[in-house]
């Protein structure tokens, strides 16, 4: 248990500026107009500088956490996941792939397509999801034409098209 002597109380000083800092709050919040008039009869030394630091407010202003500018890149989202993963079981596979996403991420998707004997390449945007990507591919496996993975692809531009 704490004893009285072990408090340091605030000096007179301190306790009069604390006083006269609610006293001016109080006054300005009950009456605007004449809160500094109000202050000034009673502490005739009083001068509008001091009044309008009273008002001011003291708590800093909260920092808000600043958003990465990578959030918008569609292997953002997996490669915070890896990152979960791995501080979670400490698999260095797993943040190996979140730095190999990390790597790629403001580089477009290349999507190559072979059917029979055919190669096809696509470039999508960065921007969309990979797991749309990978859907996308599952999607084109199961193809038999040219044209339907061409109108699959298209398809997927479409539906994640920015603006």
Request: aromatic share 10%; glycine share 2%.
């Amino acid at each position: 248990m704490a004893t009285i002597d072990q408090y340091r109380p605030f000096s007179p000083e301190r306790l009069f500026h604390i006083r006269r800092l609610r006293k001016a709050r109080r006054l300005f919040r009950q009456a605007p107009i004449f809160a500094f008039e109000l202050m000034k009869k009673e502490y005739p030394a009083y001068s509008f500088q001091e009044f309008v630091d009273d008002l001011r407010l003291r708590s800093r202003k909260k920092k808000r956490a600043v958003k990465s500018s990578l959030a918008r890149f569609g292997r953002y989202r997996r490669m915070e996941k890896l990152l979960q993963q791995y501080e979670l079981t400490g698999n260095v596979d797993t943040a190996l792939k979140a730095l190999k996403l990390r790597r790629y991420m403001t580089r477009p998707y290349e999507v190559l397509i072979r059917i029979k004997d055919l190669s096809l390449e696509f470039t999508l945007s960065p921007l969309i999801p990979i797991e749309a990507i990978e859907k996308l591919v599952a999607d084109i496996k199961k193809c038999a034409t040219e044209q339907q993975a061409t109108e699959l692809v298209q398809q997927c531009r479409d539906s994640h098209a920015i603006g």
